[in-house]
């Protein structure tokens, strides 16, 4: 279901940013967007719930492929995300049993595109997801990823973390992540545990990775700047 913090955060905020990759669509139906070429390195990144309806996803998608990547994001949704015009949600509008409903048609997605990075070629995939993909980029570390990073996530199950088998990269913002001494907890129980990499960033608002963050903004840019430092090394120490 989706965080509290997700839907205080309010709603997007404007983007115009145009990406430098290509849509591509793989297995015949999952829309994909396509930006470097890292050789035998590939990341997966899973968007929040409104999917390739806000810029930010190819931004971010573009900063990784310009670490030397080849990045690959998707639309779990089908080109029917989250209404950008329907956020903050109302009562009404069940966004948790929508998120569910896309929880448990996700993981045939996940396996295209795995598919495809390797079919690419690509040997070492590490994986990014944001608020609910964090937790489908996580998932991905029981079996697939070298290591999984998930920006915003509302919160991570406890069963999770110990299912996971490589490092994770998680940044929790204002008010994700209610059990992070747990989850702390937990991931020092983990066998890579010293690779773990967990820091919140209070100061910033659920969703400054992506479609709630305004990267114009000189504050809000620093932090994301601190954050892509953190991702790069992160990937660039395990994938």
């Keep these: 279901m989706t965080s509290t913090a997700c839907i205080n955060a309010g709603a997007p905020v404007p983007s115009s940013y145009e990406g430098s990759g290509k849509f591509i669509t793989l297995g015949g139906n999952l829309p994909a967007y396509e930006s470097g070429k890292g050789g035998a390195k590939g990341v997966l990144i899973i968007p929040d719930v409104f999917g390739f309806d806000h810029p930010n996803v ?12 080849h990045a690959v994001a998707i639309d779990p949704f089908i080109g029917k995300p989250w209404p950008l015009a329907k956020f903050p949600p109302k ?19 996940l396996s295209t595109s795995i598919s495809y990075l390797k079919s690419q070629g690509i040997s070492n995939i590490g994986s990014v997801g944001f608020c ?21 996530p509302g919160g991570i199950e406890l069963d999770l973390i110990r299912a996971i088998k490589v490092p994770i990269m998680a940044i929790p913002c204002q008010g994700d992540c209610k059990n992070l001494p747990e989850i702390i907890e937990a991931v020092n ?4 545990a010293k690779h773990a990499v967990i820091e919140r960033f209070d100061d ?3 969703g400054y990775m992506a479609a709630r963050g305004d990267w114009n903004d000189k504050a809000t840019k620093v932090r994301v700047e601190q954050a892509f430092t953190m991702l790069e090394a992160f990937l660039g120490a395990h994938v």
């Design 132 to 152: 609910w993909g964090a937790t489908q980029s996580f998932k991905l570390g029981k079996d697939v990823s070298l290591a999984c990073a998930g920006f915003h």
């Design 58 to 69: 190819f931004r971010f998608t573009d900063r990784v492929a310009a670490m030397g990547y």
């Design 189 to 192: 129980g983990m066998p890579w």
């Design 91 to 109: 009562p009404e509008d069940n966004i948790g049993g929508w998120l569910a409903e896309q929880s448990q048609a996700v993981d045939p997605y």
């Design 204 to 206: 910033q608002v659920h």
